[in-house]
């Protein structure tokens, strides 16, 4: 009964070792962007759908990047302590209730904004665009 069980295993390895790990998809972070009255929630998963945890939010708005915009294109950056990420989902501009070492958040404005993350699966981006209106249109991200 345990050679069968180690052969199993062995073949089960091996399987896994053929298929690669591109089988099972990117690894990253999906960062998903909404517009809810009153702001706007980002929302953080593996590539694989499952919630995860981030140690820091940078959010850059595209339309004012390039040299000599610095400070005039940051919108947002929040550093937290490894050990106490953001799991799940973040309200824009809120402070994480522990573990911070740096939140600093401008309103956001229409315009094409980056979101890249800390943590989590190696990190992640995403490109989105707030119009008019207040809505959301996202763009590329790290598992697309």
């Not at 008019?132 to 996202?138: D, H, M, R, T």
């Amino acid at each position: 009964m345990r050679r069968e069980v180690a052969r199993a295993i062995a073949l089960a390895g091996a399987a896994i070792a053929a298929l690669g790990c591109d089988h099972f998809g990117p690894t990253g972070v999906r960062i998903g962007v909404e517009y809810e009255p009153g702001g706007y929630t980002f929302h953080f998963t593996s590539c694989r759908g499952a919630p995860i945890g981030v140690n820091g939010i940078r959010i850059v708005n595209v339309d004012v990047q390039g040299s000599g915009a610095g400070h005039d294109a940051q919108y947002c950056q929040v550093e937290l302590r490894a050990s106490q990420p953001i799991r799940g989902s973040w309200r824009y501009g809120s402070v994480p209730s522990s573990g911070v070492f740096e939140t600093q958040c401008r309103a956001l404005k229409p315009g094409k904004y980056l979101a890249d993350v800390s943590g989590g699966e190696a990190g992640g981006y995403r490109d989105f665009r707030i119009e008019e209106n207040g809505s959301v249109k996202l763009g590329k991200g790290t598992c697309d």
